[in-house]
């Protein structure tokens, strides 16, 4: 293992698991891309330039893989279901457990019902922290179209959570 790389991948594996969720949208899928992301930035000799964050770098390896298998496939994938991934969130009695779980299904639905590109967008940018440049360098679209579906989704989240929003 290059020791450059070594310890950040480590680090970066929660997060690249959490993108790689997002794209597959099946835990099986998105722990099968991860580990193919993990192979291809061990097997390149140097690793990123200095020029991008080594995090973006990594999402980009993991969005061309997945797109390589879906033109491969050329099927869409399953659903990931949020009930999987609950036992995570740990509420103090069974009203809160049962509150939290509804809201995160709430949330998830409102999410699920977002375009994939603005999801993905929201994803890197809201969930993942990476600047409009570096999301836009992940997805290799321009700027503008990185803000403006950002700007989309937001939107329709607030509008399906507060409507008073809309106007």
């Not at 997060?15 to 192979?39: P, T, W």
């Not at 509804?102 to 998830?108: D, K, Y």
Request: aromatic content about 4%.
């Amino acid at each position: 293992m290059p020791a450059e790389i070594g310890q950040p991948l480590i680090e970066l594996l929660p997060r690249l698991r959490r993108y790689a969720l997002v794209l597959c949208r099946d835990g099986h899928l998105a722990d099968d891309l991860v580990q193919a992301a993990c192979e291809r930035a061990l097997a390149t000799a140097n690793g990123p330039d200095d020029s991008v964050p080594f995090d973006a770098w990594m999402f980009t390896i993991a969005r061309n893989i997945w797109i390589d298998r879906g033109r491969r496939t050329k099927s869409e994938g399953t659903h990931d279901d949020i009930d999987d991934h609950l036992d995570a969130a740990v509420a103090p009695d069974i009203n809160a457990e049962l509150q939290a779980r509804n809201e995160l299904q709430h949330i998830n639905a409102a999410i699920e019902q977002l375009p994939a590109e603005q999801r993905e967008v929201l994803l890197l940018v809201c969930v993942e922290e990476l600047s409009y440049q570096e999301a836009a360098d992940v997805l290799g679209l321009p700027l503008g179209t990185v803000m403006s579906r950002l700007s989309r989704a937001r939107l329709k989240l607030a509008n399906q959570f507060r409507p008073e929003v809309a106007s």
